[in-house]
């Protein structure tokens, strides 16, 4: 439903002053074109906000920008906020952008909103019966930034007036405060007004808007006694008498609407403003509004009473016939009664569709509603709900009247509530949903409904306040015979309720308690998988080798044929990953995990183990792998909505991928997108602790200390321990950070915590934590012997995990803290590892270290391609402090930086697709090197550079081969 500001009294009346507001207000229009006096310049838009208490004629303000805005030829669209309509979620959005959408058949719909139709769609109102996936806040948010900014686009140039918008919906009004900054890029002029004192705080950059986005808030001023003397001789002539303007300035302090409305009720009674009339016209201003507009109302009967105190209580967009319905009266009565109104400049003819009413003024209508005696207004919103249901107009309006309803244990109004509240969560409003919800629990429902609305209130409060669902989950569980199923959706969404607000030792134990009491096989199966989860997350997991264990049984005995199952299997395969089993084991068990599919949105799964799924592949030198997976899984999780923290954590962790194969500064620009949604989705915290700890140690690889630093402090990061497993591990990340800073000893003994902490728990993967070669290097000057030991057992757990990129890093490690002559073969070898593994920094890291040792041992022509080679990869990967590195130690050596030798690309050029396939085959290096004309070592450069491009070690290389594409001819 479209509305348009509310019109100003019939005739064509000047904004007394108001040309400063008027002069910005031309200003900003003028920008918005792209050429003035027939020379172009850049369409620039922005915000005009014009504020001030009621009744001080904002509404006029934008009524006069309208028309000069179509004056220009602009687009123009409205909303306006509504006292009654605040608990409609998105009122004030449908209001704005249902009727440039009104004119498209579906089909061109569909198209304008293209893979935004399904997440959107029900908060714009275009379906009446939306989809049964439910899109989170932040995804309909940035829908709706999409739609806008094609609207701004396609109609340019498009102004947006919005009225009233201290009383628009939270959901509106947030969105809009988000988007408004967007207008200065776009041709687009955002026109609103408010009253200041009662703007809530979702608005609150409308009050103190950014700099670029152009003026301050114009607070509009009283009327001088002059221009109030200008309006009333405007109606009553040139001869009123000083004394009377005057008089009448007094009465209405000033305030535009009061004296408008003065005076249009001093021309009906004739009045020519002599003092014989002071009395009438005090009469008539006390009328204008407050008691004596009810006493002035009382007078026109019973049935005209009736009908305007139904139209109060309908709010915005009158429609004659419900508000008829309401105050129980007859069509003829009803019309009867419509005409005084109008007549006594109450009502309007509004400007919706069909033949609706409004009110003259907001003050008018709320001083109306606020006469009506509570318990009468109680009946008529009553009344009201019954109306709208039966008029078709959907829940969510009927549901908004029953809210100012007294509880009575009503079923129906418990079934309107709740179907509200679905309705507002498919519209991406959970907080309108659990008002629903709050409501229909106190109605109260039937004992037999009380578990699942309960249960559905904990799921609207999921992303809002999850202690709230932790409470109203547990109170749920006490209710009698719960259906299985509902009761393990209950627990499972207890659990996660509890891990979000860093419960995961409760997580845990509920779970494993409902594994014992479950009865039924797949319901138990169920939740002994989550009871693995939440326990493999938990830092403080007592005995995570009997867990280990059980769970290795557990996954022998079932074959994968179930989505429990499944789980199951996933979570195996990265037990066995953390725990440093042989890597075929980890990718057998993910691979047998994902044959049957993993959803990233299951409703009562969570993501927890597809994504860990994921990552097996990554720690086990398969990124590409791990990739792909992910783009699945987020593009999965984008087409239902949901782009909180599920986007937050998933580009965070994509992020993380591309650090690991070396790709550092797409892996920066890509944890900073997630970093930056987590810092505006509420509850993101999980998510903000991946992204600090990814960023931080990404900056540390391309040598940015400082920044780094600058980032921990201001996140807190090594100050705070989480008590749910974050990757990187936080605390060895930090030492990363302390090493680079020089503060070995602090690393040291913070190393040796985190050490201590997973040997307890038997996870001795280098892949996953290094913490022993960071300690190793910590350790190299004070205790070089300890040093060493670390190293070597580091190089011990790699080899027996079996990732060449995890066994090349520790060689590289034991080989800088060995030294001497040893060193040398420690880092050929660590560089032949390397070069069999897509970790692009790591292999540039172990080059420029192995050929720093050779120059130290004089051994300058091979130290030279070492370095060569290592400032070349430092250069591609981003890594700036290593190749600066790389380039001191050429000029120690007396050498000079070569020219780069090819450009950085991802695609295969022919002779590395030739030896790929030759390898993948199973042919030795010999055959392809002849094959090629190329030696064996040549080969080797070839195929490591495959490795790295396609994401992938040799023995992944022939099923990455198959997706990867071939180069042009």
């Given at each position: 439903m479209a509305y348009e500001l509310r019109q100003p009294p019939p005739g064509s009346r000047p904004l007394l002053e108001r040309r400063k507001e008027l002069?910005?207000?031309?200003?900003?229009?003028?920008?918005?074109?792209?050429?003035?006096?027939?020379?172009?310049?850049?369409?620039?838009?922005?915000?005009?906000?014009?504020?001030?208490?009621?009744?001080?004629?904002?509404?006029?303000?934008?009524?006069?920008?309208?028309?000069?805005?179509?004056?220009?030829?602009?687009?123009?669209l409205s909303g306006r906020g509504?006292?009654?309509?605040?608990?409609?979620?998105?009122?004030?959005?449908?209001?704005?952008?249902?009727?440039?959408?009104?004119?498209?058949?579906?089909?061109?719909?569909?198209a304008f909103l293209g893979s935004w139709h399904d997440i959107v769609a029900a908060a714009l109102g275009l379906v009446a019966a939306p989809g049964g996936h439910m899109p989170d806040p932040t995804g309909v948010r940035d829908g709706l930034d999409w739609v806008m900014t094609r609207l701004a686009v396609q109609q340019a140039p498009l102004v947006l007036l919005l009225d009233d918008l201290h009383w628009a919906d939270a959901e509106s009004l947030s969105w809009l405060a988000a988007f408004a900054p967007r207008a200065v890029d776009l041709s687009l002029l955002m026109v609103v007004a408010y009253r200041p004192d009662e703007l809530p705080l979702e608005g609150a950059a409308f009050s103190s808007p950014a700099a670029d986005l152009g003026n301050r808030p114009f607070t509009l001023a009283p009327l001088s006694a002059a221009a109030v003397a200008r309006?009333?001789?405007?109606?009553?002539?040139?001869?009123?008498?000083?004394?009377?303007?005057?008089?009448?300035?007094?009465?209405?302090?000033?305030?535009?609407?009061?004296?408008?409305?003065?005076?249009?009720?001093?021309?009906?009674?004739?009045?020519?403003?002599?003092?014989?009339?002071?009395?009438?016209?005090?009469?008539?201003?006390?009328?204008?509004?407050?008691?004596?507009?009810?006493?002035?109302?009382?007078?026109?009967?019973?049935?005209?009473?009736?009908?305007?105190?139904?139209?109060?209580?309908?709010?915005?967009?009158?429609?004659?016939?419900?508000?008829?319905?309401?105050?129980?009266?007859?069509?003829?009565?009803?019309?009867?009664?419509?005409?005084?109104?109008?007549?006594?400049?109450?009502?309007?003819?509004?400007?919706?569709?069909?033949?609706?009413?409004?009110?003259?003024?907001?003050?008018?209508?709320?001083?109306?509603?606020?006469?009506?005696?509570?318990?009468?207004?109680?009946?008529?919103?009553?009344?009201?709900?019954?109306?709208?249901?039966?008029?078709?107009?959907?829940?969510?309006?009927?549901?908004?009247?029953?809210?100012?309803?007294?509880?009575?244990?009503?079923?129906?109004?418990?079934?309107?509530?709740?179907?509200?509240?679905?309705?507002?969560?498919?519209?991406?409003?959970?907080?309108?949903?659990?008002?629903?919800?709050?409501?229909?629990?106190?109605?109260p429902p039937l004992p037999e409904q009380r578990a699942a609305l309960l249960h559905e209130l904990a799921c609207a409060t999921f992303l809002i306040k999850p202690t709230a669902t932790v409470t109203h989950l547990r109170e749920a569980l006490t209710e009698p015979d719960i259906e299985p199923e509902l009761r393990a959706s209950m627990v499972y969404r207890l659990t996660q309720a509890l891990a979000h607000t860093d419960r995961m030792a409760e997580a845990a134990t509920v779970a494993a308690d409902e594994a014992q009491r479950a009865a039924h096989p797949r319901i138990r199966l169920r939740m002994q998988a989550d009871h693995f989860v939440w326990s493999a997350f938990r830092t403080d997991e007592r005995d995570s080798a009997a867990r280990s264990r059980s769970l290795a049984r557990l996954a022998d005995r079932i074959t994968g044929r179930g989505l429990e199952e499944r789980y199951i299997l996933g979570l195996r395969a990265w037990d066995a990953m953390m725990c440093g089993e042989p890597r075929d084991t980890a990718l057998a068990y993910a691979e047998e995990a994902l044959r049957g599919g993993l959803s990233w949105t299951h409703e009562n799964r969570g993501f927890e183990?597809?994504?860990?799924?994921?990552?097996?592949?990554?720690?086990?030198?398969?990124?590409?792998?791990?990739?792909?997976?992910?783009?699945r899984g987020m593009a999965e999780c984008a087409s239902k909505g949901w782009r909180g923290s599920h986007l937050a954590l998933g580009q965070t962790l994509s992020a993380y991928i591309r650090y690991r194969r070396g790709c550092l500064a797409e892996a920066e620009n890509l944890v900073r997108e997630g970093l930056g949604i987590a810092d505006r989705v509420e509850?993101?915290?999980?998510?903000?602790?991946?992204?600090?700890?990814?960023?931080?140690?990404?900056?540390?690889?391309?040598?940015?200390?400082?920044?780094?630093?600058?980032?921990?402090?201001?996140?807190?990061?090594?100050?705070?321990?989480?008590?749910?497993?974050?990757y990187p591990d936080p605390r060895t990340v930090f030492a990363e950070l302390l090493l680079a800073e020089g503060r070995a000893e602090e690393a040291a003994s913070l190393l040796s915590d985190v050490g201590e902490w997973l040997e307890g728990r038997e996870w001795r993967n280098p892949a996953w934590c290094p913490w022993q070669l960071g300690l190793a290097r910590a350790l190299a000057r004070s205790a070089p012997d300890r040093a060493v030991h670390h190293a070597r057992d580091a190089v011990k757990r790699a080899r027996?995990?079996?990732?060449?990129?995890?066994?090349?890093?520790?060689?590289?490690?034991?080989?800088?803290?060995?030294?001497?002559?040893?060193?040398?073969?420690?880092?050929?070898?660590?560089?032949?590892?390397?070069?069999?593994?897509?970790?692009?920094?790591?292999?540039?890291?172990?080059?420029?270290?192995?050929?720093?040792?050779?120059?130290?041992?004089?051994?300058?022509?091979?130290?030279?391609?070492?370095?060569?080679?290592?400032?070349?990869?430092?250069?591609?990967?981003?890594?700036?402090?290593?190749?600066?590195?790389?380039?001191?130690?050429?000029?120690?050596?007396?050498?000079?930086?070569?020219?780069?030798?090819?450009?950085?690309?991802?695609?295969?050029?022919?002779?590395?697709?030739?030896?790929?396939?030759?390898?993948?085959?199973?042919?030795?290096?010999?055959?392809?090197?002849?094959?090629l004309r190329l030696t064996e070592q040549g080969v080797r450069q070839l195929l490591s550079s495959v490795y790295r491009k396609i994401g992938t070690d040799a023995p992944g290389l022939a099923e990455a081969l198959r997706t990867f594409p071939r180069p042009r001819p």
């Open positions: 002069r910005a207000l031309d200003e900003a229009l003028t920008d918005l074109r792209d050429r003035v006096d027939g020379v172009p310049q850049a369409p620039r838009g922005g915000l005009l906000a014009f504020t001030g208490p009621a009744g001080m004629g904002k509404t006029a303000l934008l009524t006069e920008a309208r028309a000069r805005a179509q004056a220009h030829g602009f687009t123009v509504g006292e009654k309509e605040q608990e409609l979620a998105f009122h004030v959005v449908r209001q704005l952008v249902q009727p440039a959408l009104a004119a498209m058949d579906e089909t061109r719909l569909r309006i009333i001789r405007d109606e009553v002539g040139e001869d009123a008498e000083e004394e009377f303007c005057e008089e009448c300035y007094e009465v209405t302090s000033g305030t535009p609407f009061a004296a408008v409305e003065l005076a249009i009720r001093l021309g009906e009674r004739s009045l020519r403003g002599t003092s014989e009339d002071l009395p009438a016209m005090r009469d008539l201003a006390a009328a204008v509004q407050g008691p004596g507009l009810i006493e002035r109302l009382q007078g026109y009967g019973t049935s005209t009473v009736r009908f305007a105190y139904a139209a109060a209580v309908l709010g915005q967009s009158i429609s004659p016939e419900l508000a008829a319905r309401i105050a129980a009266i007859g069509s003829t009565a009803a019309a009867e009664a419509a005409d005084r109104l109008r007549a006594a400049r109450i009502l309007a003819d509004g400007d919706g569709p069909g033949d609706t009413l409004e009110f003259v003024h907001p003050l008018i209508a709320t001083t109306i509603y606020r006469s009506i005696r509570p318990s009468l207004r109680e009946g008529l919103h009553n009344s009201a709900a019954e109306a709208v249901r039966a008029a078709g107009l959907g829940p969510a309006a009927a549901a908004r009247h029953l809210l100012d309803v007294p509880c009575e244990g009503n079923t129906e109004a418990v079934a309107c509530l709740r179907e509200a509240a679905r309705a507002y969560l498919r519209s991406g409003a959970p907080e309108a949903a659990r008002r629903m919800l709050n409501r229909a629990l106190q109605e183990v597809p994504v860990s799924v994921a990552l097996v592949f990554m720690y086990c030198d398969r990124p590409r792998r791990a990739e792909e997976l992910f783009a509850g993101a915290v999980p998510a903000q602790w991946f992204a600090v700890g990814i960023l931080i140690q990404t900056l540390l690889a391309r040598g940015r200390v400082v920044a780094a630093r600058r980032l921990a402090d201001r996140y807190r990061y090594g100050d705070v321990i989480p008590n749910a497993v974050i027996d995990f079996g990732a060449a990129s995890a066994i090349g890093q520790a060689l590289h490690t034991q080989a800088e803290v060995t030294g001497g002559e040893a060193a040398l073969e420690l880092h050929a070898q660590a560089v032949d590892h390397l070069q069999r593994s897509p970790a692009a920094y790591e292999l540039a890291r172990a080059l420029v270290g192995h050929g720093s040792a050779l120059a130290r041992d004089g051994r300058l022509h091979d130290a030279a391609d070492r370095l060569y080679q290592g400032l070349e990869g430092a250069v591609h990967c981003g890594a700036e402090g290593l190749a600066a590195r790389a380039r001191r130690e050429l000029s120690a050596a007396g050498l000079r930086p070569l020219p780069l030798r090819y450009a950085q690309t991802d695609t295969l050029t022919a002779q590395e697709r030739k030896a790929a396939e030759g390898t993948a085959r199973g042919e030795p290096a010999a055959t392809v090197a002849r094959e």
